[in-house]
């Protein structure tokens, strides 16, 4: 029993470093465009392609 006095911090503290990540990324605008990214994928690009021997 006397392990949830560990647990019990340890798990709100990891909450708020996953809560605060997800904080750091809305703020830095990685959601922002979500459906250009989905759409850039299908774009040919003659760049992206390897190199043939």
Do not use: C, K, N
């Not at 830095?28 to 760049?47: H, K, N, T, V, W």
């Amino acid at each position: 029993m006397s392990i949830l006095i560990f647990l019990a911090p340890a798990s709100v503290f990891l909450a708020l470093i996953g809560l605060a990540a997800f904080w750091w990324t809305f703020r830095a605008g990685q959601y922002d465009d979500p459906m250009g990214d989905a759409s850039r994928i299908l774009i040919e690009d003659p760049a992206d392609r390897p190199l043939s021997d």
